[in-house]
């Protein structure tokens, strides 16, 4: 079976993809008051600033597993949007260095790591990587549906639009 992540470019674009798209995430939520942003609306986090900790939290807890570590627990230490967009920031840094040496035979090789549950797992780090990129899209889109919930406009996050204009390359818009 041939592995999704097994291209050090291929990964590297999903990364500048995943970096723009978050960006766009906390973009949409800047004019939220503090209260907009904790009150409860439902969802698996119930909160726009609950969905927005668990997101930086999971790209903090991989770039953890991809250095050997293995994290008990989600961060909790964040008590503002800008905490977490510090820290989010940090975790992009140590994933652009991680990006810089990759190659195919790195991503190939297996990463172990236990789960919050205690439960160890091995997979392929290109695997890994591709994995954290997809739980991103699906927290941000549970952003997106709880700013409508708060009678917000979201910002998309569309990968197409990232090719057409958020620096992935000049494309033909009308293939959305």
């Known amino acids: 079976m041939s592995t999704v992540g097994n291209s050090p470019d291929e990964v ?33 986090f119930t909160s726009v600033l609950g969905t927005l900790m668990h997101l930086v939290g999971a790209e903090w807890v991989w770039l953890e597993r991809w250095h050997g570590r293995s994290p008990r627990a989600l961060p909790s230490d964040f008590t503002s949007v800008q905490d977490l967009r ?20 790195r991503l190939a090789a ?13 997979y392929a780090l290109g695997e890994a990587m591709v994995h954290l990129v997809n ?32 620096g992935g390359g000049a494309a033909s818009s009308s293939r959305r």
């Open 12 to 44: 590297a674009r999903l990364f500048a993809y995943n970096r723009w798209a978050n960006a766009r995430a906390f973009e949409g939520t800047a004019a939220l008051t503090a209260e907009e942003l904790s009150r409860s609306v439902g969802g698996s």
């Open 86 to 105: 510090g820290r989010l920031t940090a975790v992009e840094e140590g994933q652009t260095a991680i990006l810089s040496g990759l190659t195919p035979e």
């Open 110 to 122: 297996k990463i172990t790591y236990v789960n919050f549950a205690g439960q160890t797992f091995a």
């Open 135 to 166: 739980h991103g899209t699906y927290h941000r889109g549970q952003v997106a549906t709880l700013l409508r919930q708060l009678g917000k406009k979201p910002l998309s996050s569309d990968y197409l639009l990232y090719l057409d204009g958020g």
